[in-house]
């Protein structure tokens, strides 16, 4: 699944962060999933970011990550005082509202100015620092400004890697990641690698159409199971 993901967050700009939860949920539980994934995220962005390079807008970055770092620190931060309930609830509902507001920032046709990508990357960055789907805005926001195509999913994976390495920092000094959630994530991580090579290859080849179908469906069915689960428990 991790090799799965990682193909499609290297062709779509997104698609690990939403799907892994699902997988990761069964297994370990609802806590340590965006601990897990903050990390394991670092080697999929990174591998992303080299297979697409000479497409980044540095410029861009650098308008997001000022703001965004330290908002998702707190947003981190905030993500280990929850319990198990809570931290299913946040994942889910995530998962869910993703999809419209997806659609809806594609609809409206929204265009930003520089100025706008950096207050928006303040509360970006606070939902981003305790969810595991917000990259889904990240990538709205880079449209926003005009980026398109391979400049979208190699700008947004730069950005990951600092707001990743932001995450892992503050869920390590909170105690949320124990020997257990660095050997998942380290494993995945790997095996994610050359998810984004192939996806390079794939690229101009792959429907997005279907692909955004299917993964639409997948994420709003899996995230309303685990809102669910989280009222049962």
């Not at 928006?120 to 400004?145: H, K, Q, R, Y």
């Not at 390079?200 to 689960?229: E, F, N, Q, W, Y």
């Amino acid at each position: 699944m991790a090799l799965f993901t990682s193909v499609i967050g290297g062709v779509s700009g997104y698609g690990s962060g939403i799907l892994m939860p699902l997988v990761l949920v069964p297994i370990v539980g609802p806590e340590p999933v965006v601990p897990i994934l903050s990390v394991s995220a670092l080697f999929n962005n990174a591998s992303r970011a080299a297979a697409f390079a000479g497409m980044v807008d540095w410029r861009r970055v650098l308008v997001v990550l000022p703001l965004a770092l330290p908002a998702a620190m707190a947003g981190a931060w905030i993500y280990t005082r929850l319990g198990g309930r809570g931290a299913a609830l946040v994942i889910g509902s995530m998962l869910v509202a993703s999809v419209p507001l997806r659609r809806l920032w594609s609809r409206r046709g929204f265009k930003l100015s520089d100025r706008s990508l950096a207050g928006l990357s303040l509360g970006w960055g606070l939902i981003a620092g305790g969810t595991s789907g917000a990259g889904i805005m990240l990538l709205s926001m880079l449209m926003g400004v005009g980026l398109q195509g391979s400049a979208v999913v190699a700008t947004d994976a730069v950005i990951s890697i600092g707001m990743g390495l932001a995450k892992a920092s503050t869920f390590a000094l909170a105690g949320a990641m124990g020997a257990r959630e660095v050997a998942i994530a380290l494993l995945m991580g790997a095996v994610a690698i050359p998810g984004a090579f192939l996806a390079r290859s794939l690229v101009k080849h792959l429907p997005l159409a279907v692909h955004t179908a299917i993964l639409d469906a997948v994420v709003i069915v899996g995230g309303g199971m685990m809102v669910g689960v989280a009222f049962t428990q």
